[in-house]
C-alpha cells in the first residue's frame, strides 16, 4: 500500500497540523492583538488591560484573567445570527474554557490588581475554533503583559509558561491532529486539549459519538495532542521573543 494511502482528504499526515501562522499587532489600539490561523480558521484575539478587579477580588492584591468569545455572522458557510441578548450556550463554554486555559500560566499576586481582557472573535471558521482562540490569545495576553513589564509597571512577569490548544479525534477508524469541519463533522472521537508547555494538562474534553473507546485509544490520542501542542508552543515562544517581526510560521 503506498503512503498517498495513508493521507487525509486534505492532503496531510494522519500527525500533521494544518499550516499555522501567527500575526502579531494585528489591530492598533489593544494593548495586545493577534490573527491566528490555523489553516482556514482564522480569529482576532486581543488583549486588554484594565486597572481594576471583579469585586470578588478587590482588596486583596490579585489580579484576573477573563475572556470573551463570538463567531461573526458570516465566519460560517451561512449566515448565523448575532448574539444580541448575550452569549449563546456555546459561546458561554468556549470563553469560560479560554478564561481558565490562560488563567491557568498566570501569578495573580504577581499581575497586581488589574484585569486582562481576552476578545476572541471568529471570523472564519473551518474546526478547531476554540484550540486557536487559546493558543493566538496567549500570545496577545503575553504581549500586553510585556507592555506592563517594559515600562517597569510590573518588577516581572507573572506568566509562568505557555499554554496551547489543539484538537485529536478518530477520523475513520484513525487517529488524527487538528481536525478541520469536515472530519470534525464525521468523527467517532472528537477531543480538544489544552496544556502548558512543560506538557501539564489543564483541560480535557473528549467525546466518543457513537462507539465508547478503551483507555489505550486515549493515551494514544493524549500522546498525538502533546506532540502538535508542542510545535504550538514553538511557535508562542519565537512569537514572543521577536521584537520587530510580525508574522510567524508553523
Known amino acids: 500500500m503506498s503512503a498517498t494511502m495513508h493521507l487525509r ?11 499555522v501562522t501567527i500575526t502579531r499587532d494585528y489591530l492598533r489600539h489593544p494593548e495586545g492583538s493577534v490573527l491566528v490561523e490555523f489553516g482556514d480558521t482564522k480569529v ?12 470578588f477580588l478587590k482588596g486583596q492584591g490579585k489580579g484576573w484573567v477573563t475572556a470573551e468569545y463570538a463567531m461573526l455572522p458570516r465566519s460560517t458557510n ?4 448575532r448574539e444580541r441578548s448575550g452569549p449563546g450556550g456555546r459561546s458561554q463554554e468556549i470563553q469560560r474554557l479560554v478564561g481558565r486555559s490562560l488563567r491557568s500560566v498566570v501569578e495573580m499576586a504577581k499581575l497586581g490588581e488589574r484585569t486582562v481582557w481576552l476578545d476572541c472573535d471568529v471570523i472564519q471558521a473551518d474546526g478547531g475554533t476554540r484550540t486557536a ?3 493566538g490569545a496567549f500570545v496577545a495576553m503575553a504581549d500586553a503583559i510585556g507592555r506592563l513589564t517594559k515600562t517597569g509597571a510590573l518588577p516581572g512577569s507573572p506568566i509562568r509558561d505557555c499554554v496551547a490548544a489543539i484538537s485529536v479525534g478518530m477520523v475513520g477508524n ?5 481536525l478541520n ?10 477531543m480538544n486539549v489544552v496544556m502548558t508547555g512543560a506538557g501539564a494538562f489543564v483541560e480535557v ?11 489505550a485509544r486515549l493515551d494514544e490520542l493524549l500522546a498525538l495532542a502533546g506532540d502538535g501542542i508542542a510545535g504550538l508552543v514553538g511557535l508562542q515562544r519565537r512569537a514572543i521573543a521577536a521584537r520587530d517581526e510580525k508574522h510567524f510560521t508553523l
Open 9 to 19: 482528504h486534505d492532503g496531510r499526515r494522519p500527525d500533521q497540523l494544518r499550516p
Open 205 to 215: 474534553q473528549g467525546t466518543a459519538e457513537q462507539t465508547p473507546f478503551p483507555k
Open 174 to 178: 484513525r487517529p488524527v491532529l487538528d
Open 44 to 55: 482576532i484575539c486581543t488583549a486588554s488591560l484594565e486597572d481594576k478587579v471583579p469585586p
Open 181 to 190: 469541519y469536515v472530519e470534525d463533522s464525521t468523527a467517532e472521537v472528537d
Open 133 to 135: 482562540a487559546i493558543t
Open 78 to 81: 451561512t449566515r448565523s445570527s
